[in-house]
């Protein structure tokens, strides 16, 4: 667990970047920092592994306080990953990651071979571990910054905008390459964004901030999209939180039945019972099929696109289990909303700490 008491950073030409700074930021978790530019974010990050230093306040890695520890050594128990990736031009990709393993004195075949497993553990190809930073995609470059970075196993990793700077379809497989890369892993991350939605994908805490260093809430996505703490937050969140939330609530328990026969529409589906298209007479509509695991949102998405307000649903190998209504599918979206408003977990406010 990371923890912050009281943490105040202003620097010598008396700018104030984080004001009185109270959070915890759970073992094993995902905090997000979000606000608008020059809230703070970068600050607060930098000062876990002392790149910058608080002018008063505690703060706390692993139940130690972090001024009491050798500076280099913390930064090398802590992965660091930047938005340009940060790697060193002149030097390999297998190099690059084996940086760290190096400097902790592991000989340099075991430091590669170290590389060479975490190049496909962030799902890159063997071959790219001989290529310099240069040759490969903004997008292969950040995965071989987050290999750089869990190189030494570290528990905590530090990511400042690491996915900010390549396009929106790259930047959703290196979000999903993240949340399968932690479940495996279970690591403590710090992650700061601009971007909401980035946020309430990848967090199991988001830390809001605004102008001024200044945390206005920190809580789980679910509980800041149906309760923001005020009206800051909550056009922070902006004016689709209620959709957001349904982004975060599986079709699972939504109920379905056996897709209806001889109406204006029919459900095609082929000889292995995989939907193919809704037909009517001269015309045809693609279905997209959802699984359990999909969101309420997904699912409402397709309900409104379908013909029949209906949606058709698969198991894991495609095959047809049935189909959903638009009107089920409303009724679970305002029973997540009701759940998300009465959930009591815990979140810090301003109003709260006042
Ligand atoms: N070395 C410094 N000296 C003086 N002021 C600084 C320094 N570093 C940051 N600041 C100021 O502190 C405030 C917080 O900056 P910080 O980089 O932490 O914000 P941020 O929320 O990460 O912004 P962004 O999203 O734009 O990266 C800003 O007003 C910034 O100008």
Redesign the pocket.
């Known amino acids: 667990m990371i923890q912050f008491d009281a943490v105040h950073k202003r620097?010598?030409?008396g700018?104030t970047?984080?004001h009185d700074l109270s959070l915890e930021m759970p073992e094993g978790g995902v905090t997000v920092l979000v606000?608008?530019?020059?809230?703070?974010?970068?600050?607060?990050l930098r000062m876990i592994n002392r790149m910058?230093e608080p002018t008063s306040g505690v703060i706390k890695v692993g139940g130690k306080d972090v001024t009491q520890q050798d500076a280099a050594e913390l930064r090398r128990s802590i992965g660091y990953v930047i938005q340009q990736s940060g790697l060193f031009p002149h030097r390999t990709v297998l190099d690059n990651i084996a940086t760290v393993p190096l400097l902790l004195g592991h000989g340099r075949k075991k430091a590669r071979a170290r590389a060479a497993e975490l190049l496909e553990t962030v799902g890159l190809a063997p071959d790219a571990g001989k290529r310099y930073p240069h040759q490969l995609s903004g997008g292969q470059q950040q995965r071989v910054g987050v290999a750089r970075a869990l190189a030494a196993d570290p528990p905590v990793l530090l990511m400042?905008?690491p996915f900010g700077a390549v396009d929106p379809v790259v930047r959703t497989q290196l979000q999903d390459e993240l949340l399968r890369l932690q479940k495996e892993l279970n690591k403590t991350i710090v992650f700061?964004t601009?971007d909401i939605d980035e946020a309430v994908r990848l967090g199991d805490r988001i830390a809001i901030?605004r102008t001024g260093?200044h945390l206005v809430q920190c809580a789980a996505p679910a509980e800041l999209l149906a309760r923001p703490a005020d009206d800051f937050v909550a056009d922070f969140l902006g004016a689709e939180r209620g959709l957001k939330l349904l982004s975060l609530t599986t079709l699972a328990e939504v109920p379905q039945g056996p897709a209806p026969e001889g109406d204006t529409w029919t459900l095609v589906v082929d000889e292995a019972r995989k939907p193919l298209h809704w037909a009517t007479k001269g015309a045809e509509i693609p279905v997209r099929p959802l699984h359990d695991h999909d969101s309420l949102l997904a699912a409402l998405n397709e309900s409104v696109a379908s013909p029949t307000g209906l949606i058709a649903r698969v198991d894991a190998a495609g095959v047809l289990t049935g189909v959903s209504s638009r009107d089920d599918i409303h009724t679970h979206a305002g029973q997540a909303h009701a759940e998300a408003r009465t959930h009591t977990g815990t979140t810090e406010t301003e109003a709260a700490a006042a």
């Open positions: 620097f010598p030409n700018t970047a984080v606000g608008s530019s020059g809230c703070g974010k970068t600050t607060t910058i400042d905008e700061v601009h901030f260093g």
